[in-house]
């Protein structure tokens, strides 16, 4: 299995402010992926980032809201911009893992914005 | 549309009665079945994975089998505990055109175990 640690585990922001979120996985995985889980409802994808390649953003994400990094195959950020109320959700760092692909996460960043 | 469903919504159980949660697919091409945990304000914890090939796996008092003719997968939890009170969540890994395929989760299924 893979520990994945995320950082900030929750942050309360102000409107038009940008916030970034990191992962760090204790082992080298190619396929890393950010979730958004808003209140009460499941996980969406945001993006795929693989290592050495652009993200793949999901329909109705794009990158200048949500910019991503992966610099090497233990770590990612997520930006979170200009941030309005709306983007208060918990957002979730996955990797794939094993000859199957199992998914593991992150414990999740809480994201308050007022 | 490749979706996944989870019925009951919710479900409140006394202590030591057997749960039975249940995750619905619409397309038996597919990659894997996992099933997660998810406490409140909490990551996701893995719990089983069932390949597309497996009928069923087991890890303690867990079990959860699969049904691919049927499009359908169901966890049991033996001997309900307060501790198993969370959100259980099922992902299905339907294949597509790339590699990868294309990963759907279910909306969870909240459990409330009383002592």
């Known amino acids: 299995s893979a520990v994945i640690s995320q950082k900030p585990s929750r942050d309360i922001c102000q409107r038009g402010t940008s916030l970034t979120i990191q992962c760090q996985v204790d082992?080298?995985?190619?396929?890393m992926f950010w979730y958004r889980q808003q209140p009460g409802q499941s996980l969406t994808l945001i993006a795929t980032a693989n290592q050495g390649s652009e993200a793949t953003y999901e329909s109705g994400f794009v990158i200048d809201k949500f910019p991503i990094s992966r610099p090497n195959l233990t770590f990612s950020t997520l930006t979170v911009s200009n941030m309005s109320p709306e983007d208060s959700s918990i957002y979730l760092c996955?990797?794939?893992?094993?000859?199957?692909?199992?998914?593991?996460f992150g414990e999740g960043s809480r994201l308050t914005v007022l | 549309k490749q979706e996944v469903t989870q019925i009951p919504a919710a479900l409140s159980v006394p202590e030591g009665e057997n749960l039975v949660l249940n995750c619905s697919f619409t397309d038996s091409a597919i990659y894997n079945l996992q099933w997660f945990r998810q406490d409140p304000g909490k990551g996701l914890t893995s719990l089983l994975l069932i390949q597309s090939s497996q009928r069923e796996q087991t890890s303690g008092r867990l079990n959860a089998s699969l049904d691919k003719s049927s499009g359908r997968s169901t966890l049991y939890i033996a001997a309900s505990q307060p501790g198993d009170s969370a959100t259980y969540l099922c992902a299905v890994r339907y294949m597509t055109t790339d590699s990868w395929g294309k990963l759907q989760f279910g909306a969870g299924t909240q459990v409330v175990v009383t002592p």
């Open positions: 996955s990797v794939a893992g094993g000859p199957v692909g199992e998914l593991f």
């Open positions: 082992s080298q995985v190619t396929m």
